[in-house]
Each structure stands twice: as C-alpha cells, then as structure tokens.
C-alpha cells in the first residue's frame, strides 16, 4: 500500500520542472518568519531607502510622500520586515529575505 501512495507522489512531483521545485521550497521557506535573520536587505547593493532614491522634487524643494507601493529592493523581489521588541535597545531590525538569488553585499564580503 505503501509503495503504491509512494509512486503516484513521485509522478506527481515529476509534472513540475526543477525550477517549479525549487521556486516553492524557496516561497515556502521565505514565507517562515525568523527573529535574527542572517542577511538584511539593508547590507545589500539592490536595497535604496525611499530618500536615497533621486526624487524630483516640488516646486519649494520638498520629495514627495513614499508611496504604500514603493519597493526598496531595485530587484523587485517581496521582503519580510523585523519588528523591534525593545528599540532602541540595540535589537536589530529592517527588510530581509531568507534566500536571495541577487543578493550582492555592499562591503564585498560573502552573499
């Protein structure tokens, strides 16, 4: 009995590409929320705050509001945020993705 649940839960898994596979193990382990994640989007040469981005300005010098929708990563890619518990107490906090393929470090150290 076990064998035949076994097969047809392999053929099912062969209808989907490689890259199917391992887009939703990615989707699925990004979905997980953690406390201390181990690389923050901030440390990352893709992640531009909304005043570090070139704003055209308005007629007495001001940048516009950041729009709900504006999206830090250039690369587009959805993050998570770490609320702080206890700020200011030192507690890190910010955007940050569990896996990303794009990631480029901003002090040239290790993805």
């Given at each position: 009995m076990e064998r035949g649940i076994l097969k047809r839960l392999m053929n099912r898994l062969a209808t989907f590409t490689e890259d199917q596979l391992l887009e939703e193990l990615i989707r699925r382990r990004n979905?997980?929320?953690?406390?201390?994640?181990?690389?923050?989007?901030h440390d990352c040469q893709h992640y531009?705050?909304?005043d570090e981005v070139e704003r055209?300005?308005?007629?007495?010098?001001?940048?516009p509001r950041c729009p709900d929708d504006f999206n830090p990563c250039t690369k587009g890619h959805k993050m998570q945020f770490?609320?702080?518990?206890?700020?200011?107490?030192?507690?890190?906090?910010?955007?940050?993705?569990k896996v990303c393929a794009d990631r480029l470090p901003v002090d040239g150290g290790a993805a």
């Open positions: 979905q997980r929320t953690t406390a201390h994640p181990e690389h923050w989007c531009k705050a909304w055209p300005r308005d007629a007495i010098g001001r940048i770490v609320v702080p518990e206890d700020y200011p107490d030192g507690q890190e906090w910010g955007y940050y993705r």
